[in-house]
Nanobody, 124 residues
Framework: QVQLVESGGGLVQAGGSLRLSCAAS????????MGWFRQAPGKEREFVAA????????YYADSVKGRFTISRDNAKNMVYLQMNTLKPEDTAVYYC?????????????????WGQGTQVTVSS
């Protein structure tokens, strides 16, 4: 099991940037793909981005492609989500998640460990 703690959320104006961080603990962190999901009020949790444990392809939701970048530092057990050119529709609680697999996927069912979430609010 991997324990995850997100940080870095907050209030930002449209067009601004935020960097979310996810601190992971657990021996298997560096062998697992990681992802970010988000959930807006009244909506289902949706995929944002995923990164493999080492080499391989990262994935992004179409709505964030070109604006968000996922990265990880296995030596520090950290995962990041750099969010640029934020829009009001990006407002949501953002969750860090650890996959059960080493390769990145977009299916929420592949992710077995979740953080508590961090609120991101983008004002217009």
């Amino acid at each position: 099991q991997v324990q995850l703690v997100e940080s870095g959320g907050g209030l930002v104006q449209a067009g601004g940037s935020l960097r979310l961080s996810c601190a992971a603990s657990g021996r298997t962190f560096s062998s697992l793909a990681m992802g970010w999901f988000r959930q807006a009020p009244g909506k289902e949790r949706e995929f944002v981005a995923a990164i493999p444990w080492s080499v391989g392809r990262s994935y992004y939701a179409d709505s964030v492609k070109g604006r968000f970048t996922i990265s990880r530092d296995n030596a520090k057990n950290m995962v990041y989500l750099q969010m640029n050119t934020l829009k009001p529709e990006d407002t949501a609680v953002y969750y860090c998640a650890a996959s059960r697999r080493p390769i990145a996927t977009v299916d929420v069912r592949d992710f077995g460990s979740w953080g508590q979430g961090t609120q991101v609010t983008v004002s217009s």
